[in-house]
């Protein structure tokens, strides 16, 4: 299986800061990488997926981007807003499993 | 608009099963793929396969063959999610999401309690 690791497992950070997360798999997974955005109780939303690719509906100061590798990605939230309070989670979708990263927490000083 | 509904809450013995639905509307059925994922409380989230409607094409995380079945009723849009033998670790919040390669819309998670 390929494992997903996310760095840090947890940040804080001031209301209009640019906060990036980074998620590394354990092998190549090509471009199959999405980022989801959780909330206390709540199911998981879509923010990005194929890398860099914006949901619909998602505001455009979440962005995506990877390595030639395949190996390393990143969530960039260009200005952190209070709503964005939230655990993100990367998932590769190159091969069966489907694994998770195990989330990065990120919470509003 | 695109809503998954999944049936309620359930508590069940070890050695049990259970049987979680997940009705679809606002899209097409066949044209989407429906994956099952769990979190466990507290815990990540874990990938447990997929379905599509259209063919009933299947894939099982190797983690639960054996134990999971899943299905598609194209008639009514819903598929189910059975998991049997039951143990203390399946309690969880289960979720059905549709997509395969990237999941856009996500059921309201169904709390299955294990225990004795």
């Known amino acids: 299986d390929i494992q997903m690791t996310q760095s840090p497992s947890s940040l804080s950070a001031s209301v209009g800061d640019r906060v990036t997360i980074t998620c590394r798999a354990s092998q190549s997974v090509s471009a199959y990488l999405n980022w989801y955005q959780q909330k206390p109780g709540k199911a998981p939303n879509l923010l990005i997926h194929a890398v860099s690719s914006l949901q619909s509906g998602v505001p455009s100061n979440f962005s995506g981007s990877g390595s030639a590798s395949g190996t390393d990605f990143t969530l960039t939230i260009s200005s952190l807003q209070p709503e964005d309070s939230a655990i993100y989670l990367c998932?590769?979708?190159?091969?069966?499993?489907?694994?998770f990263g195990p989330g990065t927490k990120v919470d509003i000083k | 608009q695109v809503q998954l509904v999944q049936s309620g809450a359930e508590m069940k013995k070890p050695g049990a099963s259970v049987k979680v639905s997940c009705k679809a509307s606002?899209?097409?059925?066949?044209?989407?793929?429906i994956t099952w994922v769990r979190q466990a409380p507290g815990q990540g989230l874990e990938w447990m396969g997929w379905?599509?409607?259209?063919?009933?094409?299947?894939d099982y995380a190797k983690k639960f063959r054996g134990r999971v079945t899943m299905t598609a009723d194209k008639p009514t849009s819903t598929v189910s999610m059975e998991l049997i033998d039951l143990r203390s670790d399946d309690t969880a919040v289960y979720f059905c999401?549709?997509?395969?390669?990237?999941?856009?819309?996500w059921g309201q998670g169904t709390l299955v309690t294990v225990s004795s």
């Open positions: 606002g899209y097409m059925f066949t044209k989407y793929g």
């Open positions: 999401t549709r997509g395969q390669w990237y999941l856009d819309y």
């Open positions: 998932q590769q979708t190159y091969s069966t499993p489907f694994t």
């Open positions: 379905i599509t409607p259209h063919n009933g094409d299947i």
